[in-house]
T-cell receptor
């Protein structure tokens, strides 16, 4: 079974630009979560999507947005990039049980490393 | 809001030494607990998890963790580390349908 695939793996942008990152979950997984990983902050939860709907959101400004498609693939977008947005952006998928909530076990991709100059 | 504390940010051990990494969480209700590991250049992988039952949980590669509800703790242990255990370790708690991670502990095992 193929793992979680994230593209691009590396990218460099300048302040003020916007960026779109893509994530393909494990086949059969319908939930996709996004995290920002930085050396000082660890992993910070951005948002979770399930059945094309945002189900949960972390404490990030509105410049961070995402969406999920009918095939469960997800994209996240960061507009008006700031230097502090430089980070590893991780996507994770899981088989979310709709009534009982998140199982908690996430399967992570290798991440997209964003550098903002 | 739920929070997770990992007390050791950097740990250096020699091979064959014993390991214990601390993890405490803030939420008093029902939680699911996890330890993830990130080896250099690799993605995050699940080491072990606790949902319910026996509070002593065994994971992959000889790791184990003990859930102590009264102390809100879920410490990770390994009796004898190897050089290949060099990695970053993250404790995580699932509540309110999301995983909250600690800031991680970097473990360096010298041969």
């Amino acid at each position: 079974k193929a793992g979680v695939t994230q593209t691009p793996r590396y990218l460099i942008k300048t302040r003020g630009q916007q960026v779109t990152l893509s994530c393909s979950p494990i086949s059969g997984h319908r939930s996709v979560s996004w995290y920002q990983q930085t050396p000082g902050q660890g992993l910070q939860f951005l948002f979770e999507y399930f059945s094309e709907t945002q189900r949960n959101k972390g404490n990030f400004p509105g410049r961070f947005s995402g969406r999920q498609f009918s095939n469960s693939r997800s994209e996240m977008n960061v507009s008006t990039l700031e230097l502090g947005d430089s980070a590893l952006y991780l996507c994770a998928s899981s088989f979310r049980m709709r009534r009982e909530g998140h199982t908690g076990e996430l399967f992570f991709g290798e991440g997209s490393r964003l550098t903002v100059l | 809001a739920q929070s997770v504390s990992q007390h050791n940010h950097h740990v250096i051990l020699s091979e064959a030494a014993s390991l214990e990494l601390g993890c405490n969480y803030s939420y008093g209700g029902t939680v699911n607990l996890f330890w993830y590991v990130q080896y250099p250049g690799q993605h995050l992988q699940l080491l072990l998890k606790y949902f319910s039952g026996d509070p002593l949980v065994k994971g992959i590669k000889g790791f184990e963790a003990e859930f102590i509800k009264s102390k809100f703790s879920f410490n990770l242990r390994k009796p004898s580390v190897q050089w290949s255990d060099t990695a970053e370790y993250f404790c995580a708690v699932s509540s309110f349908q999301k995983l909250v991670f600690g800031t991680g502990t970097r473990l360096l095992v010298s041969p």
